[in-house]
């Protein structure tokens, strides 16, 4: 997206280095190489600067400098966005947000907490805790990505099945447009009037503008746990025991299943012990008040001894249960025991469809010649392959990404979607054409419009861009070989 240029740079530089002091205004290549990738690691870009506000009013001035001067900016929180989401704009700044990470306000009797959005996830939990209270949405990257971040991607975790994604955590929101306006939206309590603006801007992808207070629902901790681990011979079973409680009319607070894979890489990661000999483990775990959670256990493990598994083990004490969502969590990066490049794929497909998704996806890797690990939100049908590649081997990344894109387009034919919660962002946003027809296509970049006129919030992000490479690969790219691009 070509933006037109503002005053002249050495201007524009003395303007940028008035709104904050030198020593949180990175421009030395070194300071920069840091920020020129995100959870994507394969793509980087190196931007003109990151500034690193400490105040809300700094944000505000800063996305107002960017206006004036129709300077691209990119908002990051923690930057393990695996879309490239916070992969920064060629020759636009950077806003790091993790200095605004104070919990400004948490109140036990009506259950919300206003938050910066620098604030790390667990953060939330953590302080929520001693009132016996605890943020739902739980990210297997909880313990470093922050809540700005969530909200822009919308994130989920393995007990939104139950509890619904950020947006249905969001009560209230501060924040300033791309236009350099600021607005808050909602308030303390779900009872609102009027259009439902932090839904509207949660899931944006950072390009609406940046929020700088959210204010977050809190809910009682669970009374009671159940979690058990069950070992499947083969991932089909394993998807008919999900079907197999969903259609029983159990709501466990989640559902997910780990391949061998997957198994392979976190027992080596946290040393967990899974059932040998086994193609899927299933993880359900059962949560509320004691009563409850009694009565659904004996429904849960009929169903699960009809499935019949390898091996059904449920955790006997709070220990065995952090173990086993330690390893499911650590998932993601332990694959990188295995390979040390891999793409992670998210992909979303109706519950129905999960056997005959994973048989396809299984075809594909082998037809590809590239390994693909599964670990994924099962009850909500929401798919992580994990897809392995060895970067240094010419064309690889490259055969990976047709692979991606395979999958991708499986899941839109069974009536799914390109993204269950890691976004859209760089890596797929040549494929949101086909999940939209041009008339709805034409009404996100709309709204789009309506909040970021000039385009200059995250540009290149969520929307295809004509003639543009999918992405800037770290290897050496076709523009960088042309010597269009330096990473120098
Ligand atoms: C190991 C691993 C496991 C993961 N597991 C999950 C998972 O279970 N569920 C899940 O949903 N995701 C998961 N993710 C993806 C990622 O952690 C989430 O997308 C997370 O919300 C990103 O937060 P962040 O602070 O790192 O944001 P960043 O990566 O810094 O930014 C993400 C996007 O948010 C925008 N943004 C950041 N802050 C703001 C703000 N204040 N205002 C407006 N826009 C903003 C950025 O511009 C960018 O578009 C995982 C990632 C990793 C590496």
Request: net charge negative.
């Amino acid at each position: 997206m070509s933006v037109p240029a503002g005053s002249s740079s050495s201007n524009r530089m003395t303007r940028l280095a008035a709104i904050l002091p030198s020593n949180r205004l990175l421009l030395r290549p070194e300071q920069l190489s840091a920020y020129e990738s995100d959870g994507l690691t394969a793509y980087r870009s190196r931007p003109l600067a990151v500034a690193v506000p400490e105040t809300t009013e700094e944000v505000i001035r800063l996305v107002r400098f960017c206006h004036d001067e129709r300077l691209p900016f990119v908002a990051r929180g923690s930057g393990t966005s695996l879309s490239g989401g916070s992969l920064p704009v060629e020759g636009g700044i950077v806003i790091a947000l993790n200095r605004l990470n104070k919990i400004l306000h948490l109140d036990p009797a009506q259950r919300f907490a206003v938050v910066e959005p620098g604030v790390i996830n667990t953060q939330v939990t953590t302080a929520a805790a001693v009132h016996g209270l605890h943020y739902a949405p739980d990210p297997s990257s909880q313990s470093i990505c922050t809540i700005g971040g969530n909200v822009a991607f919308n994130s989920g975790g393995a007990h939104c099945l139950k509890y619904g994604m950020t947006a249905n955590h969001v009560l209230g929101l501060k924040a300033v447009l791309a236009s350099g306006e600021v607005v808050s939206w909602g308030g303390r309590s779900r009872e609102q009037i009027g259009p439902d603006w932090c839904g509207l801007f949660t899931g944006n992808e950072g390009l609406f503008g940046i929020a700088l207070e959210i204010t977050l629902q809190l809910l009682p901790r669970a009374e009671s746990y159940h979690t058990v681990l069950a070992g499947y011979r083969t991932l089909e079973q394993a998807g008919d025991a999900v079907s197999a409680i969903v259609a029983s009319g159990l709501l466990p607070g989640a559902i997910e299943i780990m391949d061998a894979l997957a198994l392979e890489a976190a027992s080596a990661a946290v040393h967990a012990e899974y059932p040998p000999h086994c193609e899927a483990v299933l993880i359900v775990e059962l949560e509320g008040p004691r009563e409850g959670v009694a009565a659904d256990r004996l429904r849960l493990e009929a169903i699960i001894a009809a499935s019949q598994p390898v091996e059904a083990r449920p955790a006997r004490d709070a220990a065995e249960r952090a173990a086993i969502w330690k390893g499911r969590k650590s998932a993601f990066s332990a694959v990188g025991r295995l390979s040390p490049d891999f793409i992670v794929q998210d992909g979303v497909v109706p519950r129905r469809h999960l056997g005959a998704a994973l048989r396809q996806i299984g075809e594909l890797s082998r037809a590809a010649g590239l390994r693909v690990a599964n670990v994924f939100h099962a009850g909500d049908g929401n798919l992580h392959p994990l897809i392995l590649y060895r970067g240094r081997q010419p064309g690889e990344l490259e055969r990976a990404e047709a692979l991606a894109g395979q999958i991708l387009r499986l899941c839109i034919k069974l009536g799914g979607s390109i993204t269950g919660e890691h976004g859209v962002g760089v890596e797929k946003r040549d494929y949101l054409p086909e999940m939209f027809n041009p008339d709805e296509m034409d009404c996100l970049q709309r709204i789009r419009a309506a909040f970021d006129p000039l385009g200059i919030a995250n540009p290149g992000k969520m929307f295809p861009v004509a003639g543009a490479p999918a992405l800037h690969h770290s290897g050496l790219h076709p523009l960088e070989a042309a010597g269009v691009i330096s990473r120098e």
